[in-house]
């Protein structure tokens, strides 16, 4: 009944952006804080950026002043900005949302399939 789906993803060259995006679906009561999530090869999952639904953020130290998380709690949408990308953030880019469902009495971590993001020469 609920579902995230990311998109945006792709292969571009260093120092160069791209921007992400997170749609949730369904039938959702509310949304809390959401978050992107990334894996490279050989590597365990970490934590991007997360925000709150007041919209107050926190970045990883290695994405702080390059990545902007947003979103749009009309459209129920998630967003990244990237600028100023690196090899080392080539890695699957994963959506999290701590959610409700309409017919679920309580919140439940939601995560989208995730999209590739390449950054090479």
């Known amino acids: 009944q609920v579902q995230l789906v990311e998109s945006g993803g792709g292969l571009v060259q260093p120092g160069g952006s791209l921007r992400l995006s997170c749609a949730a679906s369904?039938?959702?009561?509310?949304?809390?804080?959401m978050g992107w999530y990334r894996q490279a090869p050989g590597k365990e999952r970490e934590l991007v950026a997360t925000i709150t639904s007041g919209g107050s953020t926190n970045y990883a130290d290695s994405v702080k002043g390059r990545f902007t998380i947003s979103r749009d709690n009309a459209k129920n949408t998630l967003y990244l900005q990237m600028n100023s990308l690196k090899p080392e953030d080539t890695a699957v880019y994963y959506c999290?949302?701590?959610?409700?469902?309409?017919?679920?009495?309580?919140?439940?971590?939601?995560w989208g399939q995730g999209t590739q993001v390449t950054v090479s020469s």
């Open positions: 369904g039938s959702i009561f509310s949304i809390n804080a």
């Open positions: 999290n949302a701590d959610l409700r469902a309409y017919f679920r009495g309580s919140y439940d971590l939601y």
